[in-house]
């Protein structure tokens, strides 16, 4: 069955009045005081821009991404579900799941927005998700304070009511419109852009920095001599060539060298900067100057609890108000599995597998599920509880002991050495 798209299912409507975006874009976005424009286009150009919303938008992505339905002593997968397929496999005929989750954490983290048009049947059953470009939407309200979404497409703007958008905002003032994590920390990362920039430039100019030629008389024409000179010696294919100078003409540095404007260091410092910005870990995109073998394991960890779940709690939530019905909403819901990043090395997990099953709050067939292993049949034992035997009551520790003997219980005193 052929899916309607945006084009053939919008019917335009009344444009919106005081759009946000109309009001504030312009002042979010723009020059810095580097001398750079910095939006999300190009802020991704920016190595550490890049890497970071990478890491982040890769490994949400590659998540298992499951349907539950709540039962009475817990949950299990409603495979059953059709947005079970949706999400887990595949949300439409052009995308997979994978490709849909890591396009969506793209928006939210260059525009601070994240949106997807709703496909539903007749009966108002979800069937497809399509993703919509975060800059050319305007979220608003009516005069009865309805939310409406207008979408701009070949120049023709559509309206689209709250039930047929999955928005899932960013940090934001109101609580309706997320900002733009580029355009709050434009400054930084116009740094970057600019020390790039001076970088490509020294090395274009065979890293030697702007000179003055010096003659002691009066040129006729100065502009010749700039350029012949230029001409010979500017650019890295002409490095090492030897400079030929007559009439007492002199050559004198003019610009700060590299070294005492400490590029090197600034470049390193950007890079922590735009780190700091997304919250990863600078060893995650190849930075590994204060990276140790004993912190790194616990640097990832720390990158998956407070970097990660907060995404993934936001991703959760907006797919349970948005694509459940309103009667669906107590019984399913959507949740992200990430024991996988959680894993530490192999002896760590059969230590930790081992204390659950002598505790007797792991099945051997639990820690097969997560070591990815088929499970042990029930007659064989594989979803057995056991519990360490040795562990006795405190009160039955000491020198009684019981006996049976020709059928009868008596206690006897064991004298102790």
Same mark, same amino acid.
């Given at each position: 069955?052929?899916?309607?798209?945006?084009?053939?299912?919008?019917?335009?409507?009344?444009?919106?009045?005081?759009?946000?975006?109309?009001?504030?874009?312009?002042?979010?976005?723009?020059?810095?005081?580097?001398?750079?424009?910095?939006?999300?286009?190009?802020?991704?150009?920016?190595?550490?821009?890049?890497?970071?919303?990478?890491?982040?938008?890769?490994?949400?992505?590659?998540?298992?991404?499951?349907?539950?339905?709540?039962?009475?002593?817990?949950?299990?997968?409603?495979?059953?579900?059709?947005?079970?397929?949706?999400?887990?496999?595949?949300?439409?005929?052009?995308?997979?799941?994978?490709?849909?989750?890591?396009?969506?954490?793209?928006?939210?983290?260059?525009?601070?927005?994240?949106?997807?048009?709703?496909?539903?049947?007749?009966?108002?059953?979800?069937?497809?998700?399509?993703?919509?470009?975060?800059?050319?939407?305007?979220?608003?309200?009516?005069?009865?304070?309805?939310?409406?979404?207008?979408?701009?497409?070949?120049?023709?703007?559509?309206?689209?009511?709250?039930?047929?958008?999955?928005?899932?905002?960013?940090?934001?003032?109101?609580?309706?419109?997320?900002?733009?994590?580029?355009?709050?920390?434009?400054?930084?990362?116009?740094?970057?852009?600019?020390?790039?920039?001076?970088?490509?430039?020294?090395?274009?100019?065979?890293?030697?920095?702007?000179?003055?030629?010096?003659?002691?008389?009066?040129?006729?024409?100065?502009?010749?001599?700039?350029?012949?000179?230029?001409?010979?010696?500017?650019?890295?294919?002409?490095?090492?060539?030897?400079?030929?100078?007559?009439?007492?003409?002199?050559?004198?540095?003019?610009?700060? =060298? +590299?070294?005492?404007?400490?590029? #090197?260091?600034?470049?390193? &410092?950007?890079?922590? %900067?735009?780190?700091? /910005?997304?919250? !990863? =870990? +600078?060893?995650?995109?190849?930075? #590994?100057?204060?990276?140790? &073998?004993?912190?790194? %394991?616990?640097?990832? /960890?720390?990158? !998956?609890?407070?970097?990660?779940?907060?995404? #993934?709690?936001?991703?959760?939530?907006?797919?349970?108000?948005?694509?459940?019905?309103?009667?669906?909403?107590?019984?399913?819901?959507?949740?992200?599995?990430?024991?996988?990043?959680?894993?530490?090395?192999?002896?760590?997990?059969?230590?930790?597998?081992?204390?659950?099953?002598?505790?007797?709050?792991?099945?051997?067939?639990?820690?097969?599920?997560?070591?990815?292993?088929?499970?042990?049949?029930?007659?064989?034992?594989?979803?057995?509880?056991?519990?360490?035997?040795?562990?006795?009551?405190?009160?039955?520790?000491?020198?009684?002991?019981?006996?049976?003997?020709?059928?009868?219980?008596?206690?006897?005193?064991?004298?102790?050495?």
């Amino acid at each position: 069955m052929k899916i309607p798209i945006l084009s053939n299912l919008f019917k335009s409507r009344a444009a919106p009045k005081n759009s946000f975006w109309q009001n504030t874009y312009t002042f979010f976005f723009g020059p810095t005081p580097s001398g750079k424009t910095v939006n999300e286009h190009t802020a991704l150009t920016t190595s550490a821009v890049y890497a970071c919303v990478r890491v982040l938008s890769e490994t949400i992505a590659s998540l298992p991404l499951h349907v539950y339905r709540r039962t009475g002593q817990g949950k299990e997968k409603a495979m059953e579900h059709n947005l079970y397929y949706l999400l887990h496999d595949e949300p439409n005929p052009e995308m997979t799941s994978f490709v849909l989750r890591e396009t969506l954490m793209g928006h939210l983290l260059l525009w601070g927005n994240a949106y997807a048009q709703i496909i539903r049947d007749g009966r108002g059953k979800v069937v497809a998700l399509y993703p919509l470009l975060p800059d050319r939407m305007e979220v608003g309200r009516t005069e009865s304070g309805e939310l409406y979404y207008c979408y701009l497409k070949d120049g023709q703007e559509y309206l689209l009511c709250r039930e047929e958008v999955l928005h899932i905002p960013g940090l934001g003032f109101d609580g309706l419109v997320g900002y733009s994590p580029i355009a709050m920390a434009k400054n930084a990362i116009g740094m970057a852009l600019a020390t790039e920039e001076y970088g490509s430039r020294l090395f274009a100019n065979d890293a030697r920095p702007s000179v003055v030629l010096e003659h002691p008389g009066i040129l006729k024409d100065p502009e010749k001599i700039r350029d012949s000179w230029n001409q010979i010696y500017r650019g890295s294919e002409n490095a090492h060539k030897v400079a030929v100078l007559e009439e007492g003409m002199q050559v004198k540095t003019l610009s700060m =060298p +590299p070294e005492q404007a400490q590029f #090197l260091e600034t470049r390193k &410092f950007q890079i922590e %900067e735009i780190c700091r /910005i997304f919250r !990863v =870990p +600078p060893h995650l995109v190849g930075n #590994l100057d204060r990276a140790t &073998f004993s912190n790194i %394991e616990h640097q990832s /960890i720390s990158f !998956v609890v407070h970097t990660i779940r907060p995404w #993934l709690v936001r991703l959760e939530q907006a797919f349970n108000k948005a694509l459940f019905s309103e009667k669906e909403k107590g019984d399913y819901f959507t949740s992200f599995v990430v024991d996988g990043l959680l894993r530490g090395d192999y002896a760590s997990r059969m230590q930790g597998y081992s204390v659950g099953i002598q505790n007797g709050f792991m099945s051997p067939n639990d820690v097969r599920s997560l070591e990815n292993m088929n499970p042990i049949p029930d007659e064989e034992g594989g979803n057995i509880f056991m519990v360490n035997g040795n562990m006795l009551k405190l009160k039955d520790v000491g020198a009684y002991a019981k006996e049976s003997t020709g059928g009868d219980d008596h206690t006897e005193i064991l004298e102790l050495d």
